[in-house]
């Protein structure tokens, strides 16, 4: 039940934006950095690299499709793909928001600690701005909101 209100807000957000879309502008952009559990113990340290598409509502909200390669301890041995989506409101270069992935093993992995759900909430929020992005985000269940989470930050330049 929790997981279809949070998913009727999103729709709700993007269908309350659609008159917006007179003025739609997109951006590219790749990030690296890396992400730890809520204690900050630094072990172990995920690598976090990808990318995501920026549509650039009234240079307000901004809708951004992502994609993340995470590998756990910089061993590549376990890799993941985390897919996902993400709405935001800017104001200035500032940014928040949430949205939802999904962690899929690309390679062989013993590591459960991000799958038990189908998708996980992402809270981020940072610096934007037309060269850069400086993003701080918090990975978590839904299931278990603000217990069972992961915390990281990426650093992200627009090509």
């Not at 995920?46 to 499709?65: C, R």
């Not at 270069?93 to 038990?116: A, N, S, W």
């Not at 998708?119 to 940072?126: D, E, H, S, V």
């Amino acid at each position: 039940m929790k997981r279809l209100k949070i998913m009727l807000v999103l729709v709700l957000m993007v269908i309350l934006t659609l008159p917006a879309l007179a003025t739609v502008r997109t951006v590219w952009r790749i990030h690296g950095g890396g992400m730890t559990d809520r204690d900050f113990n630094l072990a172990p340290i995920w690598g976090v690299i990808g990318g995501n598409f920026d549509i650039v509502l009234k240079d307000t909200f901004i809708i951004s499709p992502e994609f993340f390669f995470i590998v756990p301890d910089y061993n590549f041995k376990n890799i993941y793909l985390s897919p996902g989506v993400t709405a935001d409101v800017k104001i200035n270069d500032f940014f928040v928001g949430g949205g939802f992935v999904k962690m899929l093993p690309i390679r062989e992995t013993d590591l459960d600690l991000l799958l038990k759900d189908d998708f996980m909430l992402k809270l981020n929020a940072g610096i934007r701005s037309e060269r850069f992005i400086f993003s701080v985000f918090a990975l978590m269940h839904l299931d278990n909101l603000f217990n069972d989470m992961h915390v990281g930050i990426t650093l992200g330049i627009t090509i």
